[in-house]
């Protein structure tokens, strides 16, 4: 289903999309990534169209921001690559910088849990971050960092093509609107981002510390999958 017409199909339904003011990096035009012409920093990164093993050789070889004199090794992403689920977080810790994958540890296991609430595995979404190196001692993305990374996150998500994509937490919910919204206000719709359906949640490491906020997380997922499936 093509980005409009599922968009179409959602407000149809009854499930109030909200549109940002302006599109996700190609802010000069309103098409969708796999229409557009590549912005800049694309055309910076010299990717052109890469397949889905150059795309994740580009990010390994990266050093578009100082993270990569940090880190241990980029984190591309994990899962299928045709996946209708794709949840998107911030940045990689401690852990997922050692282990080279994104939501492990206990958060990791959290966010497992919140994929099995929905009848999926970890093994049939894609979970990626807005960041691909880890940012020293865990501090937010800084919003050149966020610049410098957002190509990757693009491609991915247009080979990808989710049905829908879920954002973990608030900072990957700010980057990815392009808001500085509190998640409290961005929660409980469902927000476009580059005509894929987003729904935003809390991240599973603050749901560690704030059990009592997983009720509304569940509510997030469930809206996620009203979402989805009014577009079949
Ligand atoms: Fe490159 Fe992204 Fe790592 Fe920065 S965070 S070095 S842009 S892969």
């Not at 012409?37 to 010299?46: I, S, T, V």
């Not at 991915?156 to 879920?166: E, G, L, N």
């Not at 206000?185 to 580059?194: A, C």
Request: glycine share 6%; with cysteine; hydrophobic share 35%.
């Amino acid at each position: 289903m093509v980005a409009e017409s599922r968009l179409d199909c959602l407000k149809a339904m009854g499930i109030e999309v909200w549109t940002p003011r302006r599109t996700l990096l190609n802010e000069q035009s309103p098409e969708p990534l796999s229409q557009a012409p590549l912005a800049a920093d694309e055309r910076d990164l010299g990717m052109g169209q890469p397949d889905w093993p150059a795309l994740q050789e580009q990010v390994k070889q990266c050093s578009r921001c100082s993270l990569h004199e940090t880190r241990t090794q980029t984190v591309f992403g994990v899962g299928d690559p045709e996946a209708a689920w794709m949840f998107v977080g911030e940045a990689p810790g401690e852990q997922e910088d050692l282990k080279g994958e994104p939501f492990v540890g206990r958060a990791g296991q959290l966010l497992d849990e919140m994929i099995r609430a929905l009848d999926l595995t970890r093994e049939k979404v894609y979970i990626a971050n807005v960041l691909k190196c880890r940012p020293p001692r865990n501090r937010d993305p800084s919003p050149e960092e966020s610049r410098a990374c957002e190509p990757f996150l693009l491609r991915q998500v247009a080979w990808v093509k989710p049905s829908i994509i879920i954002a973990v937490g608030r900072i990957a919910a700010q980057n990815l609107l392009k808001t500085q919204t509190p998640i409290g206000k961005l929660r409980g719709m469902v927000h476009d981002y580059q005509g894929t359906p987003l729904v935003v949640t809390y991240h599973p490491a603050y749901l560690l510390r704030a059990q009592t906020e997983k009720r509304r997380a569940w509510e997030d997922l469930k809206l996620a999958r009203r979402t989805v499936d009014s577009l079949r």
